[in-house]
C-alpha cells in the first residue's frame, strides 16, 4: 500500500473517529448562573437546570406533565391519613458508590426539613412531619395531617447521598442517582456534566453536555446562529423565525408582582388595585411577547392546574380608575421601590420597566432596582428587605394551587407579603382537606380573597420559548424540565 494511500484512509478513520464523540455533545447556555449546586436548599431556575440531570426524585413526570414513578417502584400507598408507604428501586447507587435506600430517602427528607438549614423549598414539603426506614427499600412518610398531594411533592424533593451531602464542599460537588454527572464548575463560565455509565436507567444518547452562562439574549442568539450553542432558553419571540429551530409551549411560568401589603404606600388595598387597574396586560402579552403570552387570570394559576377559579379573570386595564383609586388613598405622586433582575427569565427587565412606566403614567414615582440574580434572591425571601414591589417568574410543577398558595400566598410563605390571617387559615385547610369538592372550594374563596385585597399584580402566562441547533432533536415539555437524556443530535 502506498504512502499516500494509506495517510488517506487514516485520515478518514481519524474523521468517522471524531464526528460521533461531536455529535455525543452538546452546549446550553442559560441566562443565570446557578447560586449554588445544592439541589434542596435554594429555588433557583439555574441550578434546577443543571441538577435535573444530575439528581432524581421519588416520583417523576412524563414529557406532558403526567405523574410516574422515579427512584420509587411504585407510586406512594396511603396507608392511613397521615402515613405514606414508598417502596424503592432496588440496585441503585449515587455515583460516589453510596448506596441509594431508605436510609438516603430518610436523611434528604430530614434534611431539607430541619428548620436550621431553611430551605428557600420548604414551603413545598411543610406538611411532611418526618419519614423513617421500615426496610433497606421501604421507607413511611409521615404528614401532619391529610395531603392528597404528597405524591406530586416527591416529585420536586431531589434524594441526596447521606455522607457526601454533609461534606462542606457539596454546593459545589454535586453527587446524584441521575442519568449525568458533574464533571467541573468553572464560576462565572460553565458547568460540565458527563453520562453516569452506571446509570440504573437507559443509557442517554448525549455523552456530554457544558452549560455556559449568558445573561444577555443577544449574545445568545447570536451564539445559536454562530453554532456555539446548541440549546438557548428564553427566546426573544421576535427571532423565533430566524434560528435554525424554534419550539414554544404552554409553560408553568407566570409572571407577577407581589406587594408589600404590610407597609409603604402599597399597604393601602386601594393602591395595590391602582397597580393593578394601571397595566395594560393584552399589549405586554402582544408587545413584549408578540403574542406568545396569554394575560393571566387574576390568579396564580393556570386553568389546568387544581384550584383554578374560572369565576375570577384579570384586572380590566383602566387607568382613569388608577388614577381616582390612588387619589382617594392620598398616594398620587408616591413613590414606589421595583426590585427585579436581569436575564434570569424571558424578558424580565423589559417587563419591569414596562409595568413602571404603566404607573408612572398614573402618577406614581416608581423607582426601578435591577439586581445580580443571587442578591435579587436574597431580596426576594428576606422580608427585612422587602420592597413595596417585587418582580417574580413563579413556576408551578405541582400543577395544584397548594405550591403556589403556601409559597406566595400564606402569610410566612417564603414569597409571601401580606399577614392575612384569613387568607391563611384558607390555604391551611385547603392543604389538608381530602373531599376534592371541599378542598376546591377552599381554594376558589382564598382565590377570590386575594383577588379583592389585590395582594399581587397578575400579569401573563408566558410560553417557554427555546432556539435549537440544525442538529438538536428535541420537542420540550410542559414542566419546563431541560432533561438532557430526552434529547438526540442528528
Not at 417 to 443: C, F, G, H, P, V
Amino acid at each position: 500500500m502506498s504512502t499516500i494511500r494509506r495517510a488517506v484512509l487514516i485520515g478518514v478513520a481519524l474523521l468517522i473517529a471524531a464526528f460521533p464523540a461531536l455529535a455525543q455533545e452538546i452546549t446550553i447556555a442559560l441566562g443565570s448562573e446557578p447560586t449554588t449546586l445544592d439541589p434542596q436548599i435554594r429555588e433557583d431556575g439555574g441550578e434546577r437546570a443543571v441538577n435535573d440531570n444530575v439528581y432524581e426524585t421519588l416520583m417523576a413526570r412524563s414529557a406532558d406533565g403526567r405523574l410516574v414513578p422515579g427512584l420509587a417502584a411504585a407510586e406512594p400507598r396511603l396507608v392511613d391519613p397521615k402515613s405514606w408507604e414508598v417502596k424503592l428501586r432496588p440496585g441503585i447507587r449515587f455515583h460516589n458508590g453510596e448506596a441509594f435506600n431508605a436510609d438516603a430517602v430518610v436523611h434528604s427528607i430530614r434534611r431539607i426539613m430541619d428548620p436550621a438549614f431553611k430551605s428557600e423549598q420548604i414551603s413545598f414539603f411543610s406538611t411532611i412531619k418526618g419519614a423513617r426506614k421500615v426496610d433497606d427499600l421501604t421507607v413511611e412518610i409521615a404528614t401532619d395531617g391529610p395531603d392528597p398531594i404528597l405524591p406530586a411533592r416527591l416529585y420536586w424533593m431531589k434524594m441526596v447521598p447521606p455522607v457526601h451531602s454533609k461534606d462542606p464542599k457539596f454546593a459545589e460537588t454535586p453527587v446524584g442517582t441521575g442519568p449525568y454527572k458533574f464533571t467541573r464548575w468553572s464560576r462565572g463560565q460553565s458547568v460540565v456534566l458527563e453520562a453516569n455509565p452506571g446509570y440504573w436507567g437507559p443509557q442517554p444518547s448525549i455523552r456530554k453536555v457544558t452549560y455556559r452562562f449568558v445573561s444577555d439574549p443577544g449574545t445568545r442568539l447570536a451564539g445559536l446562529m454562530a453554532g456555539e450553542f446548541d440549546l438557548i432558553t428564553n427566546l426573544l419571540p421576535e427571532f423565533t423565525r430566524k434560528v435554525p429551530q424554534a419550539i414554544h409551549i404552554l409553560g408553568l411560568e407566570h409572571p407577577i408582582i407581589i406587594l408589600n401589603a404590610d407597609g409603604g404606600p402599597t399597604k393601602d388595598v386601594r393602591v395595590r388595585q391602582a397597580l393593578n387597574c394601571a397595566v395594560d396586560k393584552k399589549a405586554l402579552a402582544e408587545g413584549l411577547y408578540e403574542g406568545f403570552a396569554q394575560v393571566a387570570q387574576g390568579q396564580l394559576l393556570s386553568p389546568s392546574f387544581f384550584g383554578f377559579n374560572k369565576a375570577v379573570g384579570p384586572y380590566p386595564y383602566d387607568p382613569e380608575k388608577a388614577k381616582a383609586l390612588l387619589k382617594e388613598a392620598g398616594a398620587l405622586g408616591a413613590s414606589i421601590e421595583v426590585v427585579g433582575t436581569a436575564g434570569r427569565w424571558l424578558k424580565d427587565r423589559d417587563m419591569v420597566e414596562a409595568v413602571a412606566g404603566y404607573w408612572e403614567a398614573v402618577g406614581l414615582k416608581p423607582k426601578v432596582r435591577i439586581f445580580e440574580f443571587n442578591e435579587y434572591l436574597n431580596r426576594l425571601f428576606d422580608r427585612k428587605t422587602r420592597a413595596d414591589a417585587i418582580f417574580v417568574v413563579s413556576s408551578n410543577e405541582l400543577m395544584d394551587a397548594d405550591k403556589s398558595f403556601s409559597a406566595y400566598y400564606k402569610a410566612g410563605g417564603v414569597g409571601s407579603s401580606n399577614t392575612d390571617a384569613a387568607l391563611a387559615a384558607m390555604i391551611d385547610s385547603a392543604r389538608s382537606e381530602t373531599d376534592t369538592a371541599k378542598r376546591t372550594a377552599l381554594y376558589h374563596q382564598a382565590v377570590k380573597h386575594a383577588f379583592d385585597q389585590a395582594y399581587f399584580v397578575w400579569l401573563l402566562n408566558i410560553e417557554d420559548i427555546y432556539g435549537l441547533s440544525k442538529r438538536l432533536v428535541w420537542t420540550g415539555r410542559v414542566d419546563a424540565k431541560m432533561l438532557v437524556s430526552e434529547m438526540k443530535v442528528k
